[in-house]
């Protein structure tokens, strides 16, 4: 049976590696060269001001919160169903992260957000978990009326749209990864965009230093006699990664559309079994970036559990299947169960527990992801229709009767 193998590493792939390579710059110390092409690429796409490259997806929302000013006592507003890494920076600038419950698509619900915000609040981080928008329009109108930071955490979204505007577009700060499994990746290396100059400067010294920050800081700003040792870190890409997200950035409107025609096709193909929740977007010109097509098990519709059935899946043959592990309520990691082991200074200020996010655990508990490959051939349609049948044939065989 086929197998999905992401990235697909074509020879256009290696060329624009070999050809960075034939440049010789193997290490870029300022915003030229192949990092300008992306980045400039990356913001006019979203409609943003500036953009810049970095190391790591987890790099870039460490970049984001410091640029945001993060401290002590300051509390930041996060999903509680995310991966992990999409709060830990916080525990690196010493702020709070309170985490906030979920909807039914897994996504942070807003109307809880409301109830979370205090006078420490600083911001608000959310994620578009499995590449399915959140409910900007909400978000960002509290945001507004709070005068919070809002952080968009895009690493499984790229090329989504909500409401007729890219994901990215929304929030103060926008952060996506470019990890080996992401839609446009460089194996690994972030990017971070944003409007604000204040951000965009203190982001810069963050994790550069020296030539870029002297070329692009403004001689008038506080932050420029900082420029040549910034916050004493380095955090830049590799130009090689950078090379590789830019060539595969190209091809990224083809892959959406194929995406949502597949997406669309196997929950034409699923409607019919009730037994399932499908994911559908929440307007309808929204577009998910399909990262993974994530389908739930109503409660009590099947006589054993989802990871019970999600390994009878595997076991027809339908290998890619999958529960993530990392990628769950974090209220069920010991790192914010008792981060003070490794962190002293949370001693006392965070300490969830299992049961604390109803909803996000439910969404957990009752998912299994799919992934959805950029093939738009007969072959491929072929593969999703092997898919729905394993499904139908295992949603047959531990259904519930009536009684």
């Given at each position: 049976m086929y197998r999905y193998k992401w990235p697909h590493i074509t020879q256009a792939t290696k060329k624009a590696v070999q050809r960075q390579l034939d440049t010789e710059e193997i290490s870029i110390y300022d915003g030229s060269g192949i990092f300008t092409v992306f980045e400039a690429a990356y913001a006019t796409s979203?409609?943003?001001?500036?953009?810049?490259?970095?190391?790591?997806?987890?790099?870039?929302?460490?970049?984001?919160?410091?640029?945001?000013?993060?401290?002590?006592?300051?509390?930041?507003?996060?999903?509680?169903?995310?991966?992990?890494?999409?709060?830990?920076?916080?525990?690196?600038?010493?702020?709070v992260p309170?985490?906030?419950?979920?909807?039914?698509?897994?996504?942070?619900?807003?109307?809880?957000?409301?109830?979370?915000?205090?006078?420490?609040?600083?911001?608000?981080?959310?994620?578009?978990?499995?590449?399915?928008?959140?409910?900007?329009?909400?978000?960002?109108?509290?945001?507004?009326?709070?005068?919070?930071?809002?952080?968009?955490?895009?690493?499984h979204a790229h090329g989504a749209i909500?409401?007729?505007?890219?994901?990215?577009?929304?929030?103060?700060?926008?952060?996506f990864s470019l990890q080996g499994q992401k839609i446009v990746t460089?194996?690994?290396?972030?990017?971070?965009?944003?409007?604000?100059?204040?951000?965009y400067e203190r982001s810069l010294l963050f994790g550069q230093y020296n030539k870029r920050c002297k070329q692009?800081?403004?001689?008038?700003?506080?932050y420029y006699e900082y420029a040549t040792t910034g916050f004493g870190l380095k955090l830049r890409a590799h130009p090689f990664a950078v090379a590789m997200a830019n060539e595969q950035f190209q091809h990224l409107p083809e892959w959406h559309t194929t995406k949502q025609r597949h997406a669309r096709y196997l929950n034409e193909r699923l409607a019919a079994y009730d037994q399932?929740?499908?994911?559908?977007?929440?307007?309808?010109?929204?577009?998910?970036?399909w990262y993974a097509y994530t389908f739930r098990i109503?409660?009590?519709?099947?006589?054993?559990?989802?990871?019970?059935?999600?390994?009878?899946?595997?076991?027809?043959?339908?290998?890619?299947?999958?529960?993530?592990?990392?990628?769950?309520?974090?209220?069920?990691?010991?790192?914010f169960q008792a981060p003070a082991v490794l962190f002293p200074a949370y001693k006392g200020k965070v300490a969830y527990r299992p049961g604390d996010f109803p909803m996000?655990?439910?969404?957990?508990?009752?998912?299994i992801k799919l992934p959805i490959d950029v093939y738009d051939t007969a072959e491929y349609r072929a593969v999703l229709d092997e898919y729905v049948s394993i499904i139908a044939d295992v949603l047959g065989r531990y259904r519930k009767r009536p009684a």
């Amino acid at each position: 049976m086929y197998r999905y193998k992401w990235p697909h590493i074509t020879q256009a792939t290696k060329k624009a590696v070999q050809r960075q390579l034939d440049t010789e710059e193997i290490s870029i110390y300022d915003g030229s060269g192949i990092f300008t092409v992306f980045e400039a690429a990356y913001a006019t796409s979203l409609g943003r001001k500036y953009a810049l490259v970095v190391s790591s997806g987890t790099a870039a929302l460490h970049t984001a919160m410091v640029a945001a000013g993060f401290g002590p006592d300051d509390e930041v507003i996060c999903p509680a169903y995310t991966f992990f890494a999409s709060v830990t920076p916080i525990f690196q600038t010493g702020a709070v992260p309170i985490l906030c419950d979920a909807q039914a698509d897994g996504n942070i619900d807003p109307r809880k957000i409301e109830a979370l915000v205090t006078p420490k609040t600083k911001a608000v981080l959310v994620t578009h978990m499995w590449g399915m928008p959140c409910d900007m329009d909400a978000i960002v109108k509290l945001c507004k009326r709070h005068s919070l930071t809002l952080i968009e955490d895009c690493s499984h979204a790229h090329g989504a749209i909500y409401k007729g505007k890219p994901v990215g577009f929304h929030g103060d700060i926008a952060v996506f990864s470019l990890q080996g499994q992401k839609i446009v990746t460089g194996g690994e290396g972030g990017i971070l965009l944003t409007d604000s100059t204040e951000f965009y400067e203190r982001s810069l010294l963050f994790g550069q230093y020296n030539k870029r920050c002297k070329q692009e800081i403004r001689p008038q700003s506080p932050y420029y006699e900082y420029a040549t040792t910034g916050f004493g870190l380095k955090l830049r890409a590799h130009p090689f990664a950078v090379a590789m997200a830019n060539e595969q950035f190209q091809h990224l409107p083809e892959w959406h559309t194929t995406k949502q025609r597949h997406a669309r096709y196997l929950n034409e193909r699923l409607a019919a079994y009730d037994q399932l929740v499908l994911p559908v977007p929440r307007h309808r010109n929204d577009e998910p970036s399909w990262y993974a097509y994530t389908f739930r098990i109503k409660p009590g519709a099947l006589t054993l559990s989802t990871q019970e059935f999600c390994a009878k899946l595997n076991k027809a043959g339908l290998v890619e299947a999958d529960i993530p592990g990392s990628t769950c309520p974090l209220n069920l990691l010991k790192l914010f169960q008792a981060p003070a082991v490794l962190f002293p200074a949370y001693k006392g200020k965070v300490a969830y527990r299992p049961g604390d996010f109803p909803m996000a655990e439910a969404f957990y508990a009752s998912a299994i992801k799919l992934p959805i490959d950029v093939y738009d051939t007969a072959e491929y349609r072929a593969v999703l229709d092997e898919y729905v049948s394993i499904i139908a044939d295992v949603l047959g065989r531990y259904r519930k009767r009536p009684a």
